[in-house]
Each structure stands twice: as structure tokens, then as C-alpha cells.
């Protein structure tokens, strides 16, 4: 059982990558989705196999949820439970994954309204990009300016300063 | 009504920068109340942390632990304040006030309405609770805190060149978090348990114990979290993402990510490795580790600068500057991992291990770089005011237009170069001592990187403050001192914080180093958060069986 969970681990982390590597940010994305199954399947595995071995070497049942009172037998009950505590990570690790994923849409849904592509290429090769900081605090002068983006040393020349020497 | 016991208002580093988060949502409209209340949650939260660290040194290095919920420390999450810790909250909170002042007067009226008030709070939230948790998991969340929010923080603005280098970091940042939620979970399936100061004391216990060994794909699990902690420290070879991300932030933030979030992965590194998962027991993983942190040490602070040097943009210097000083923190682990766990320096440093020697020069390089870092990168902004850009070619003449500015970024410049007295002398000083008997090696590039960081900042000073004016005078010396007043006051506080670090060194000194005796020998953390019994067996075997109370792992497999 763990074997198996370990080779879907291995075959998801790997799809993810290699999505991720991808030059289409929409596979990209969905290339984290599958990131965080990965790591929930891996922690999953850390709970240990579900199945009690008898002494004989044959499976006699799969163990217990975790749940006391519930008729378990006296002797070392904790044996016949799954452990709790990875499904406790798994289900905070997954809130976050949620988060995460739902930032990464909004970032695409913003990189494709602002730039007109989701290809990393033709992100990279935009002619118009500017070369210079996001904001260069130009902005809090020249109201005007506010939506350009790049050093303007021309911008704001004070003739009460006079010329440079 | 009596007041909770003290251990408990440790808690509070974490709620009072939540709840101003959530109330700056609430007036998200009003740029003064936003800033009110940003002001007023860091003022507490410094005044908190600072009260707090006062409090541990006046008891000799005490370790606050309050567990939440009062579950018992193994099962229920605690959260610690040691020395450690203590002296990077209170450093984290200082850069923080200094960073949000300059945004009042640096960032875009757009940017500051686009929710920067609540994300500013919520990374710290993330950031303290990385520094406070005693608690593996609990570390991911803050983490994962800290990330969101400057995921948030990179792309508001959202210029062309923000929104490419954001995905960069986003990816490599959700990649790395990953891996530490996986190791997260191994560790758990390992040791039976996510606490800290619990694995601090069962690999002690099997490393003092011959018969026992640690467990298979130990030296994989400590490989894989130094990864992670790599990614988030940008040692060599995982750096390449820092100089574009930060580069194209907003000169405030950029100045907090600049100081910060470097830190926390090194921090993170020096919390779990010396002793835990850098462990020499049967089985162990000290030697791996020793030699990769020391290669990537040297290589990351020498690169670094050489990457420094060439760059033509301050701000580019700066941002690459931060890899190369974070090489020296490494340098510092390294050493302390090498060296045999009961090694003592020779000469007139007596009663305190090479280890722990390293440590505290480490913890006092951190703490010097966070504040002065910071300070680096709003000077850069004040820069950009006066000549409306950062290329060096274009700048000049600031010496003559403002004094006050020049001195400003000269102290910091000097202080991160490392000129007695000044700061940045007292970690590199005790780092390369350390390393000088062991890894002369890393001592000696210590000595280069710091010789060419002096040249680094002397082409800031040089082509900026000293050149005549390359170019029409962009801005108008006194009206860019009359609306800058809060981003010159961020900057003068930490100046002024730099300078006590370089001149009143000794009271830092004295919490580093306990911070580091702590790191070297967890003995007294381990009780603090644990108890008494927690120690009862971390000296071997005792007479008793001891399997009885010290294997959780097989009571819930």
C-alpha cells in the first residue's frame, strides 16, 4: 500500500514539474495544482500501512478510524487506529494550496488583461518593456504621470535650480 | 484582574499585527487611519518584543514557551521566545517601522490603496511566527503567511517587468514550500513528532546512545529541508531569483524584503541544523551538510560581491549585495557544523565552544544586516527622489544637494562594509575567528568579500555623492527634503540603530552569544519547553530502560 502510494507520489510530482517547466503559464499553473496532491499523498504515506498483518504473515482487516470508545479491544487499542495527526496537516496543507492556487489565477487573469498573452516567451521579448523599476517615485509630483512606469530625469526641471555646472 | 503570565504575551507578536491587519481592511479607504493603525501595531508589537528580550537577558537567557491552548508542549503547538529568537523579532519590528515610514512618503498613491496597509501587517504576522514557532508545521504556515503576503506585496503595482519577475518568485517560492510540507510530514513518519525542542531531544538521545541509530533517509530529509531554507536564503546555487525580484519592487518594500525575508531562511537554518538535523550520531548527517553549506558559504558571499561590483544600478548593487552577506551567516552555520561539538577556541575566548562561538557571530551578522540592509535600500530611495533615477551614470552631485542624506548612507555603507567600530565588524570579526583554525579557507574569502564590498559601496558613494551632476538637476533639493520628512526619519532610525550596534556592541554581543550556547547546547531549551524529563536521558542511556517514555513513534505508528 505504501509502495503504491509512493510511486503515485513520484509520478504527480514529476507531471507537476514538468508542467511548471512548461512555457504556457496555463499549464504552469496547473502544474502547482497537482504539486500540492503530491505533498498530500506523501504525508498520507507517513501514516504507515492501513492494513493489521496477523502473525501468520495474512492481512486480517484494515485499521480503525480514530475514533476512542467505539468498542475498540482493551489491549493497545492505539495498534488498530489510523494515525490522525497527517490528515490533521493534509486538510491545513490543502487550505493553503487553496490560497496559493487562487492567487496564481488572479495573477493570470491579470498578466492576460495587462499583456494580452499567458506565453512566458512573449512576456520576456514584450518590445515595449521598460527596463527600469516598477515605480521610480516620480509619481508623487506629477500626478499625471501615475500610470507610467520608468525614471523620468526630465521631469520636474526647476529653473529656480538653475543649470548644472 | 491580574495580568496573564508573562510567557503567554508572546502570543501577542502574532495577534497584534493580525488584528491591525484586519482592521486596516476594514478602513481600507482612509489613508490616515490606515496608517494609524499600521503605526501603532508595530510600535506595539516593537515595544512587545524589545520589553520581552529586556526580560530574558535580565534572567540570564530564561526561554519564554507558551503553548496554545495549554496543550502540553510535544502535542500541542508551543510558541518560544528565546534569545534566538527575541533579538530577530525586535530587529524584523525596528526595520519594519523604519521601512513603513518611507512609504508614506515613497510609494505610489495607487500602490498604498491597493490593500499595501493589511499585506504589510499580514507579512509580519508571517515572519514572527516563523521566529517564535517551536513547531515544524506551524513553521510552514508561517511561511506560507509571509509568502502570500509578499506574493501580494510583488505584484501590486503590477508593471511589466514586476509581473514577469513575479512569477519567477511565486513558482520557485510554491515549489520550495512544498518541499518543506513534505519534509514536514517525513519528519513526522521519522521522530513521531513536529515539535522542535521533542526532535532536539530524541536525535540527542540516539546520538548519545551507541546501540541506537537514526533512522534511514535521515541525511535526505536534512538535504532536502536545507533546500528549502536555501531557496529562502538565496545561498549559491538557489540566489538567482533575488536580484531581478527585488530590483523591481517599490524602494519601501523593497527595502523590508531587502532586510527581511533573507533572514528568516537563515534563521530557520540555525533553529533546526546545529545539533538536530545536522546530526553526527550513527547514521547522521553532519558531514553532508558541513561540506555543502561550507562551499555554498564561500561561493555565495564571493560571487555575491563579484555580482555586486559589476552592477551599475544602486539599486541592483544592493539587491545583489544581500546574497553575498547572507554567504557570511552561511559561513557561520558551516563553522559551527564542522567543528567537533566540544571543540573550544583557543587563546583568550575561554568557556565557550568554536560552536557556539560561530552562532553568535552569525546571529550578530543577521542582526546587523537586517537593520542595515534596509537602510541601504531607503537611502536608495531618497536617492531616486533627488535625481530621479538609480543608474549610476546619471546620478551625482547629492554630497552638495543633500548633506544630511550623504552622511546617512555613508555610515550605513561603512557599516556594512565593516569598519571598526561600526556595525558589521562585530559578526564578520567573530565569524572569521571561528572558521580561522578550521576553515581558513572561508575566513580568508571572508576577508576578500569584505575588501571588495568596500569597493562595491565606494562606486555608490563615489559615482553618486562625489561626481559634479552628470545631469540636468532633476528635483529640487528643498522640496524634495519637505515632503520626504517620514522616509529621512525611517532612514535615520536605523542609522541611528546601526550605529548602537557598532558602539554598544557588548549588549549585543551578550545576547548572541547566549542565543548561540543555546543553539550549541539545547539542553536548556529542550527543559524549558519539554520539562525536566524532557533531559533526563539526553546523557545516554540510563539505568532504567529508557524506551518506555521516549518513543512516541511507536505508540502511534
Redesign the interface.
Known sequence: MTLVISVCVAVIFGTSIYL?LSKE?KS?AMG?FL??H??NL??L????SPLIVGDDGMVESIKRPPILGQGEPEAAP??LLV?P??QA?IL??IV?SF??MA??LT?LV??AR??GTLD?DE??V?PN?????????????DDEN?TT?G????????P??G??? | MSLPPLNDWVALLIVIPLVAGLLSLVVINSRFWSRAIGVTSILLTLGLALGLLLHLTANDGAVLVSEMGDWKAPFGIALIYDSLSGILVTAAMATALAAYLHSFSSLDPGVERRYFHPLFQFLLVGVNLSFVTGDLFNLFVGYEVMLMASYALLTIGSGKAQLRQAYKYVLLNVLAGTILLMSAGMTYGMFGTLNMADLARIIAEIEADPTRELPAGFTALSVMLLLVFAVKGAFFPLWFWLPDTYYTLPIAIGGLFGGLLTKVGVYTIVRLFPGVFASDGAGGSSDVIAVVLAVTAGVTMFLGVLGAVSQHRVRKILAVHVISQVGYMAAGIAVAVWVDRGAVLGGQVTGRTIAAFAIGGCVFHMVHNIIVKCALFLCCGLMEKHAGTDDLDKLGGLLKRDVFLAVLFFIAAMSLVGFPPLSGFGGKIVIIQAGWSNLWVLSVLGLLTGALTLLSMLKIWSYGFWNPDQAPVARQPSHVKATNRSAYLGVALLVAIALFLGFGSEAVYEIAFNAGDQIADRTAYIEAVLGPEGIANLDGPATVEPSATTQPAEVLP
Open positions: 511548471m503559464l504552469v502547482v504539486l500540492g503530491a505533498a506523501c504525508i504515506a507517513q501514516s504507515g492505539l495498534d494515525d495527526l497527517p496537516l491545513t496543507a493553503i490560497g496559493v492567487f496564481l495573477l491579470k498578466t495587462s499583456q512566458l512576456l520576456a514584450n518593456e521598460d527596463d527600469g523599476p516598477a515605480s521610480v517615485p516620480v509619481q508623487s509630483e501615475r512606469h525614471p523620468q530625469p526630465d521631469r520636474g526641471n526647476d529656480e535650480k543649470e548644472p555646472a
